[in-house]
Structure formats: structure tokens, C-alpha cells
């Protein structure tokens, strides 16, 4: 127990660029307080102390600022960043290291019985203000944009942005469970700008070697056709 806590602060530190150590991460991080809450609860509701448990994730709620009906399934290391304003539904299941930032929804849809809210696997990374509404399932590894709304089922490593969400890119299956902080995986990679100048300095380089080579062999020519012109004078053509 001690030491998947300890796994869960370490996976906050790697993923916000913010956290600076374990300390700050138990003492001041409300997204941190509002999952160990949710943990004690949820064991409650499973148990049958259903009142309890609400209470319970009532003051959490209180305290932070983060909304999760003790029913929720979430598995390890869920990290949700500045906390406030997030809901979890009483039905939502969150795999493992899934990342949550402020006033996202995992919201239900209808007042039927059974499966209402999402499902989340793996890795996935739900932007500020996303809503996620309905018994959709969100796959491995996908991004979902600030402010996205999610109405259908989201394949693996996707982004998806706008109302209603939809895709705006596909990464690599390698590359999909490589967590990117903010979900901008852009952030380290090369800028295709300077990749496009660099070619274009080269090419540049190989014209000008190119152009020298043709102007030597001119200037040779030339030359050769002075010297033949001066030997035909002088052998009085
Ligand atoms: C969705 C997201 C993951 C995409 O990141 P990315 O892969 O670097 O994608 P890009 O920035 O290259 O954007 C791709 C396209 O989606 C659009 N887009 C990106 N984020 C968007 C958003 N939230 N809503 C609408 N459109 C968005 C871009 O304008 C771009 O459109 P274009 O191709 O027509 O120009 C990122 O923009 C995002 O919203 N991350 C969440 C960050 C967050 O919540 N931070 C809060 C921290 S407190």
C-alpha cells in the first residue's frame, strides 16, 4: 500500500513540470487529496456503507474541490491536475495513469439504470474543461482536447478537439503510451520550420558548388579558345 502511494506521488512529480518534491505533492496538491479520499470512500461503498461513503466524499468534494461518486472505478496513479471543478460519475471506470485537468466532466446522459458515465482507458489525457457524457469509452493512450465534448466512443491514441469532438490527429502506436504533459506532444519535438530551412541550405549549397564547377570549366574554355585564336594568327590564317 505504502509503496503504490508512493508510486502515485512519483507519478505526479513526472507528470507536472510544477511539482518540485514528494512533500509538496502530499501537502498541496487538492487532485492528489481528492484521489486518497475517493480510495477510503470507494472501499466504504463496497463494503455497503453507502451513507458513509458519500459523506465522505462529500468533505473531499468540500476540501478540493473534485466531485467523485464513490462508486467510480479508478485505477492506478490517476493524476488530476489543479483539481477543482472536476465530477466523476457514480458508474465512470478510469484505467491506469490517466491525467485529468480542472472542470472536466465524466458525465451521464440519461437516468437509466447500469452504465451511464465513460470509461477511460490507459493513459489518456482529458484537457481543461472537457466534458466526456455517456457510456462512451475513451481508448488507450488518446488526448482530448480543452474544452472537447465527447458524445461517442474514442478510438486509442487519438486527439480529439472541438463540440462536438472530433480527430485531429493519430500517433504512432509507439508513441501513444509516452506521456506528454498538457497532451502537447509537440513541445519536444524538432520545429518542422528549421527542418524545412536546413533542407534548403543544403540545396542552396549543392547549386553554388554546382554553379563554381560550370564557371570553372567556362573560364578553361574560353581560355583554350584565346590560345587557339593566337596561334592562328600567328600562323597567319
Ligand atoms: C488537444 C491538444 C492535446 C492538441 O495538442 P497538439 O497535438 O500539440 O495539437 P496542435 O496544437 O498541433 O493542434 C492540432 C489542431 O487542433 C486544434 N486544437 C488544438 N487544441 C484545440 C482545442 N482545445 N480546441 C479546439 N481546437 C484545438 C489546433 O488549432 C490545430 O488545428 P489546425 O490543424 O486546424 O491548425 C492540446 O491542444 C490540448 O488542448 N491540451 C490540453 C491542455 C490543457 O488542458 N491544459 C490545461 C493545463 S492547466
Same mark, same amino acid.
Given at each position: 500500500m505504502f509503496k503504490?502511494?508512493?508510486d502515485e506521488i512519483d507519478s505526479v512529480i513526472t507528470r507536472d513540470?510544477?511539482?518540485?518534491?514528494?512533500?509538496?505533492?502530499?501537502f498541496a496538491y487538492p487532485g492528489f487529496h481528492a484521489v486518497q479520499i475517493h480510495r477510503f470512500s470507494h472501499w466504504l461503498w463496497n463494503h455497503g456503507f453507502c451513507f458513509v461513503s458519500r459523506l465522505f466524499s462529500h468533505?473531499?468534494?468540500w476540501l478540493t474541490g473534485v466531485e467523485i461518486h464513490p462508486g467510480a472505478q479508478i485505477g492506478k496513479r490517476l493524476f488530476i491536475d489543479h483539481g477543482m471543478s472536476v465530477v466523476i460519475g457514480e458508474t465512470s471506470e478510469?484505467?491506469?495513469?490517466?491525467?485529468?485537468?480542472?472542470? *472536466?466532466? !465524466?458525465g451521464g446522459t440519461s437516468n437509466g439504470e447500469g452504465k451511464r458515465h465513460p470509461t477511460l482507458e490507459d493513459g489518456v489525457i482529458v484537457g481543461s474543461g472537457a466534458q466526456i457524457l455517456?457510456?462512451?469509452?475513451?481508448g488507450g493512450g488518446a488526448r482530448i482536447g480543452s474544452n472537447a *465534448?465527447? !458524445?461517442k466512443d474514442v478510438p486509442g491514441g487519438v486527439t480529439m478537439v472541438g463540440v462536438p469532438a472530433r480527430i485531429v490527429a493519430a500517433?504512432?502506436?509507439?508513441?501513444?503510451?509516452?506521456?506528454?504533459?498538457?497532451?502537447?506532444p509537440s513541445v519536444n519535438l524538432p520545429d518542422p520550420a528549421i527542418g524545412a530551412i536546413d533542407g534548403l541550405h543544403g540545396q542552396l549549397n549543392a547549386l553554388a558548388e554546382r554553379?563554381?564547377?560550370?564557371?570553372?570549366?567556362l573560364d578553361a574554355e574560353v581560355e583554350a579558345e584565346k590560345k587557339t585564336a593566337v596561334k592562328r594568327k600567328m600562323a597567319g590564317e
Open positions: 503504490s502511494l508512493i513540470p510544477a511539482a518540485r518534491s514528494r512533500l509538496e505533492v502530499v468533505i473531499g468534494r478510469i484505467g491506469d495513469d490517466v491525467t485529468l485537468y480542472h472542470s *472536466v466532466t !465524466l455517456g457510456p462512451v469509452t475513451v *465534448v465527447v !458524445l500517433r504512432e502506436e509507439s508513441k501513444a503510451d509516452t506521456f506528454c504533459a498538457y497532451g502537447a554553379v563554381a564547377k560550370l564557371e570553372a570549366q
